[in-house]
Protein backbone atom coordinates (compact mmCIF):
# COMPACT_ATOMS: atom_id res chain seq x y z
CA UNK A 1 0.00 0.00 0.00
CA UNK A 2 1.03 3.52 -0.58
CA UNK A 3 -0.77 6.64 0.05
CA UNK A 4 -3.92 4.63 0.99
CA UNK A 5 -4.24 2.26 -2.18
CA UNK A 6 -2.20 -0.14 -3.75
CA UNK A 7 0.90 0.59 -5.55
CA UNK A 8 -0.50 -0.83 -9.10
CA UNK A 9 -3.41 1.89 -8.34
CA UNK A 10 -0.85 4.70 -7.50
CA UNK A 11 1.64 3.78 -10.25
CA UNK A 12 -1.24 3.43 -12.83
CA UNK A 13 -2.75 7.35 -11.61
CA UNK A 14 0.69 8.68 -11.75
CA UNK A 15 0.82 8.02 -14.92
CA UNK A 16 -2.19 8.85 -16.22
CA UNK A 17 -1.77 11.90 -14.66
CA UNK A 18 1.91 12.93 -16.19
CA UNK A 19 0.35 11.91 -19.59
CA UNK A 20 -3.21 14.10 -19.03
CA UNK A 21 -0.62 17.17 -18.06
CA UNK A 22 1.26 16.84 -20.65
CA UNK A 23 -1.03 16.84 -23.44
CA UNK A 24 -3.38 19.84 -21.64
CA UNK A 25 -0.47 21.31 -20.10
CA UNK A 26 -2.85 22.58 -17.42
CA UNK A 27 -3.38 22.31 -13.68
CA UNK A 28 -6.38 21.04 -13.31
CA UNK A 29 -5.53 17.60 -14.25
CA UNK A 30 -3.89 17.02 -10.62
CA UNK A 31 -7.00 17.79 -9.22
CA UNK A 32 -8.74 15.04 -11.10
CA UNK A 33 -5.72 12.93 -10.28
CA UNK A 34 -6.53 13.93 -6.61
CA UNK A 35 -10.03 12.88 -7.29
CA UNK A 36 -9.33 9.96 -8.69
CA UNK A 37 -7.10 8.66 -5.44
CA UNK A 38 -9.85 9.72 -3.54
CA UNK A 39 -12.09 7.44 -5.06
CA UNK A 40 -9.04 4.70 -4.98
CA UNK A 41 -8.96 4.91 -1.14
CA UNK A 42 -12.56 4.88 -0.48
CA UNK A 43 -12.32 1.98 -2.17
CA UNK A 44 -9.70 0.05 -0.61
CA UNK A 45 -11.11 0.73 2.40
CA UNK A 46 -12.97 -2.48 2.07
CA UNK A 47 -10.99 -4.30 0.30
CA UNK A 48 -7.37 -3.54 -0.14
CA UNK A 49 -6.57 -5.46 -3.01
CA UNK A 50 -9.56 -4.88 -5.10
CA UNK A 51 -7.40 -3.56 -8.35
CA UNK A 52 -4.94 -6.20 -8.48
CA UNK A 53 -8.17 -8.50 -8.42
CA UNK A 54 -9.87 -6.79 -11.17
CA UNK A 55 -6.65 -6.76 -12.99
CA UNK A 56 -5.77 -10.75 -12.53
CA UNK A 57 -9.86 -11.17 -13.35
CA UNK A 58 -9.55 -9.40 -16.98
CA UNK A 59 -6.57 -10.84 -17.69
CA UNK A 60 -7.90 -14.45 -16.98
CA UNK A 61 -11.16 -14.42 -18.25
CA UNK A 62 -11.33 -12.65 -21.93
CA UNK A 63 -14.69 -11.92 -23.32
CA UNK A 64 -16.34 -14.72 -24.94
CA UNK A 65 -18.03 -14.49 -28.44
CA UNK A 66 -21.46 -15.11 -26.79
CA UNK A 67 -21.18 -12.62 -24.00
CA UNK A 68 -24.19 -10.18 -25.63
CA UNK A 69 -26.27 -13.16 -25.60
CA UNK A 70 -25.83 -14.61 -22.05
CA UNK A 71 -24.36 -11.34 -20.27
CA UNK A 72 -21.16 -13.21 -19.00
CA UNK A 73 -18.01 -14.32 -19.31
CA UNK A 74 -15.85 -18.17 -18.86
CA UNK A 75 -12.42 -19.14 -17.93
CA UNK A 76 -10.17 -20.23 -20.80
CA UNK A 77 -9.23 -23.62 -20.17
Known sequence: ????????????N????????????AWWVL???????GIGMLMCLNE???FDLWITRARTCPRVKNHALWGCNSYRP
Open 14 to 25: AVIAVELFLIFR
Open 1 to 12: MFAGVTYTFFVI
Open 31 to 37: LIAAALH
Open 48 to 50: PRI
